[in-house]
């Protein structure tokens, strides 16, 4: 796994109102926390319910360019474990998201509440000019979604989407050869399959497994929490356009009551003009996996793991490869975070908001479409501020 260096196997809706929807005023540049662009980043988080952040903590207090000041849970019990494990200072442990960005001041903020709850941070830290990344998926539904955009757009601030697949060396080698190299020909056909066993199965601890089976907090089931993988990276592979029409289907296949409320098998269907790309998403897998395979009409690309794939031109044989390691500041979250954050990089490709406001589309299209047993065809597109 290279989403953060020392990291487990811990891999890891409803509507607003018009009202809630509104953007924070823009804040004056002069109000931000700032740091020196050489300087030692100044990172808060926010929540400590999502599984991810384990290996995340051990990541940020292993690095001499980042500063973890504020650490914002409402949890005493979690606060307490994690505080130990990591050896945190209880000056930097904050009950309250507000209270910590006022104490802290951080130039930046990692989210990892549930899904529901990455709306209420991004307004709290777009009112103070506090860019954000947050994990997958970017929200619970396109209310949600549209409100973050509107709220970051509005508070000047940049708003990430953490996927581990971005730091794949297999992700963007797939990219290049499909792609910018476009040795694969015309590409046809594209296939994600995301999943474990389960969250349960696998041993995700209470706090992370609550809100995962709970549709308000996570938007669906394994639908959302591994459907968005494939959403994004088709989303990138087609260069941010949408698809046409969205067809999906989900189904519970456990008999754990524990999962009565949400699916835990969904397969995605998305149709463009000359590509089709299939989403597999499940709970149900034997094994943990993140692999794509890419089809043209010249060649395939299949990637194994994050560092393997394999590659067959035509009806040559299938050679398997190793992809090259990425360059910073993309190789990792953390790195990749801090650059954007101090105006190194540009925000763009899987982690972009762009990219991101198209996969809350499609997992929300996808949804309906699962409800209604019929296929979404998606609205024209409305010009909206990036």
């Known amino acids: 796994m290279l989403l953060f260096p020392l990291s487990t196997t811990w891999f890891l809706a409803a509507a607003l109102t018009a009202a809630a929807a509104a953007a924070p005023d823009r804040v004056p540049e002069t109000s931000r926390p700032a740091g020196e662009p050489g300087g030692k980043l100044r990172l808060g988080v926010a929540g400590l319910v999502h599984g991810h952040i384990y290996g995340f903590l051990y990541a940020v207090c292993g690095r001499e360019d980042i500063q973890l000041v504020g650490v914002a849970e409402s949890s005493e019990e979690l606060r ?27 130039e930046a903020v990692a989210a990892f509440t549930n899904t529901f709850d990455h709306l209420a941070v991004v307004r709290a830290c777009a009112r103070r000019g506090i860019h954000v990344m947050v994990e997958k998926p970017l929200a619970v539904s396109l209310e949600h979604a549209r409100a973050m955009e509107q709220a970051a757009t509005g508070g000047g601030i940049h708003l990430l989407t953490n996927f581990e697949t971005t730091w794949y060396p297999t992700t963007r080698r797939a990219f290049e050869l499909a792609v910018e190299q476009r040795r694969l020909g015309t590409l046809r056909r594209i296939e994600v399959h995301d999943g474990h066993q389960g969250p349960a199965e696998i041993g995700m601890p209470r706090e992370f497994l609550e809100w995962l089976v709970d549709p308000r907090l996570n938007g669906a089931g394994a639908m959302y929490d591994f459907g968005c993988y494939g959403a994004n990276l088709a989303t990138w592979l087609m260069g941010g356009v949408r698809p046409l029409r969205v067809t999906a289907v989900a189904q519970r296949l456990k008999s754990d009551p524990l999962y009565a409320r949400v699916d835990d098998e969904a397969t995605i269907i998305l149709e463009y003009p000359q590509v089709q790309a299939v989403v597999q998403a499940s709970w149900n897998w034997p094994y943990s996996r993140k692999d794509m395979a890419l089809f043209g009409d010249g060649g395939a690309c299949t990637t194994i793991d994050a560092e393997v794939y394999r590659l067959r031109m035509g009806a040559g044989p299938e050679a398997e490869q190793r992809a090259p390691r990425l360059d910073p500041p993309a190789d990792d979250a953390l790195s990749y975070f801090r650059a954007v954050v101090r105006g190194q990089t540009a925000p763009d490709g899987p982690s972009s908001l762009a990219v991101n406001m198209v996969v809350s589309e499609i997992l929300d299209a996808a949804r309906r479409s699962a409800e209604t047993g019929r296929t979404v065809h998606l609205e024209p597109v409305i010009d909206r501020p990036r």
């Open 80 to 106: 307490r474990r994690y505080g130990e494990r990591h050896r945190l200072p209880a000056s930097i442990l904050f009950d309250d998201l507000e209270t910590m960005l006022e104490a802290a001041r951080p």
